[in-house]
Each structure stands twice: as C-alpha cells, then as structure tokens.
C-alpha cells in the first residue's frame, strides 16, 4: 500500500523528486532549468517540513499547494509552509528559481520570532499563487538570481548572507500578498501572542494525525481537544482563528481532514475503512457521512471519478 509521503530532511525530499541532494541540510536554492531533465514530472500528493518560495517566470503545467494552484498563471510567485498538502504535474519547460529552507536555519541570525509571526500571511489559508506582470518580476528576479550566484560559491558568511536574500524574498512576497489579498484580511490588530497561539494551534492540528497518535479521551476532530493543550476556551480558540485565519477552529481541523483523506483517497491504495480508522473516526460510516457532506460525493465515488 501506498501511503501519503512525508519528507522531514531536504536531502529525502531531493531524492524523492529526482535532483541531486543540497549542498546543507538547512536550505537549497535552484533555478528550475537545472532540475529539467531529471525532476519528476508528475509528484503524487506528499508532505515536507520546510517553506519554499518560488518564482516561475514561464513554464507548463501546475503545482498545487493545499487548496492552490498555479495553472493558468504564466509569471507567478507561489510559496509553502511546512505540512501542506503539495502535488505536481509539470512539463519539462519551466524556468525560474525557488529557495525551501527550515525555520531553523532562518532564525539563527538571532531573529527569536517565528516566521509566521513576522509574515502572518503564512498562517492564511489563502496561500494562493501571486500573478506577476513585467514591473512585478524584476525585482524579485533579480534578488534571485543573486541569491543562486551566492549559493553556487563557497565563501565565508555565506550562511548569512543568504539568510538576508531569504528575507528579502518574504518581505518583497509580503508585499505582493498584501496588495493582492482581500480587501478585509488585515493584521493591525493581531498581536504577537494571538499569531503564535494560531501557529501552535496549526501545528497541533498537524501532528494530531501522525501516524499511530493517541489521541486520548478527547478526538483531533474537536476544538476542545486543541483548546486543552494551548490552555485557552474553546470560544477564544475559535475567536482567534476566525480573525487571523478567517475561519473558525472547527473548519481549519475540517479542511485538514478533508486535505488528507483526499489525498489518501487519490495517492493510496487504502481502503475507506482503512482511511477512516488512520484519520480517527470512530466508524467508517461517520467518515463517509463527514466526506458526502464537505464534497458532495461517497469516498469511492470521488476515487472512481
């Protein structure tokens, strides 16, 4: 049986998609053209634990992240955060470059907040692909194009030189979200401590599906199961990521849910039974009951289509 993949080191996510392994566990950088002629085309949904932003100048194909895609956008810069859901299917044609690095490895240039704190638009839902036209690409080509000069070296305080292109790269996409976001999404009123509760809350929802988890008397399917764990009320959990998130707690847990039996459904031979029990639901009719209502479709109707 094949299960959902996850790749926790960038070396494993290298060779799962067929490029040479980074030269540092801690980030990669590359043009899209020099992945050509060995990247897999076509990459079956799978996981990894790392950001990634990129920019595709031109190109066939798609990929998607989480809800996402890039199909239909010619110049586009798109991005990932760690545990989203990412699937592809390319032609051979693509250029453009991107960077994926650890959070670690960006916080080590004394910064002590999280990225999702200085960048809230990561924490949104809305991770969709930015349109880019002439005046838009060129400013962030040309920081790219340094940035893969710089990592093709080896010279001293390169760690750290590279750490600064990276936040240029999230300052310049910040401000490409920001003007292209919706007319209500807005952080002047989210403190520090709200973002970092609905980062960790993120998280748990992430690691609440492990495999082989122990959910206890409380099931991952119940905002009340994540509320005891970040020391807060239900209602102030829902509160918070309905401002932040722009949905509530409980439809952050349904879309994650409905992301991974999707994606088990499609990439897996599982059977619904099967799928059901690894996502905790007590009875496999409860997760097709759960699947009809979100898709409009049996789970093996959706996998038959």
Same mark, same amino acid.
Request: aromatic share 12%; net charge neutral; charged share 20%.
């Given at each position: ?30 043009? #899209? ?10 990459? @079956? ?5 790392? /950001? ?9 194909? /798609? ?14 810069? #798109? ?12 032609? @051979? ?35 969709? @692909?930015? *349109? ?6 060129? *400013? ?24 600064? /292109? ?11 979200? !920001?003007?292209?976001? @919706? ?36 099931? *991952?399917?119940?905002?009340? /199961? ?50 059901? !029990?690894?996502? !905790? ?5 409860? #997760?097709?009951? #759960? ?15």
């Amino acid at each position: 049986m094949t299960a959902l993949q996850h790749y926790a080191t960038l070396r494993a996510y290298c060779e799962a998609i067929g490029i040479p392994s980074p030269k540092s566990d801690g980030y990669d950088v590359r043009s #899209f053209a020099e992945n050509m002629k060995t990247v897999k085309q076509s990459m @079956p949904s799978f996981k990894h634990e790392f /950001y990634a932003l990129a920019l595709k100048l031109e190109g066939s194909g /798609y990929t998607t992240t989480g809800n996402h895609t890039t199909a239909d956008l010619e110049a586009t810069v #798109f991005f990932n955060s760690p545990y989203q859901i990412i699937h592809w299917d390319i032609a @051979p044609d693509w250029e453009g470059y991107y960077v994926i690095f650890s959070e670690d490895f960006l916080r080590n240039a004394g910064d002590q907040q999280r990225l999702t704190q200085r960048f809230p638009f990561l924490l949104n839902d809305n991770t969709y @692909p930015l *349109p880019l036209d002439q005046e838009g690409i060129v *400013p962030l080509l040309r920081v790219f194009e340094n940035l893969h000069q710089e990592h093709q070296q080896t010279a001293a305080h390169q760690d750290d030189i590279i750490r600064h /292109y990276i936040q240029i790269l999230l300052l310049q996409t910040a401000r490409l979200f !920001y003007k292209c976001a @919706p007319k209500d999404y807005s952080t002047t009123t989210q403190r520090d401590n709200d973002l970092n509760t609905v980062s960790r809350f993120r998280a748990l929802i992430e690691t609440a599906f492990y495999p082989n988890q122990k959910p206890g008397a409380e099931s *991952p399917h119940q905002v009340q /199961y994540y509320a005891q764990q970040l020391n807060i009320h239900p209602n102030h959990l829902n509160a918070l990521t309905k401002r932040i998130a722009g949905h509530s707690a409980s439809d952050l847990i349904q879309q994650h849910l409905l992301a991974l039996a999707t994606a088990k459904l499609k990439s897996t031979q599982l059977s619904v039974k099967e799928i059901a !029990y690894d996502l !905790y639901f007590d009875y496999p009719n409860h #997760f097709s009951a #759960f699947f009809k209502k979100q898709t409009g479709q049996s789970p093996n109707a959706f996998r038959k289509a």
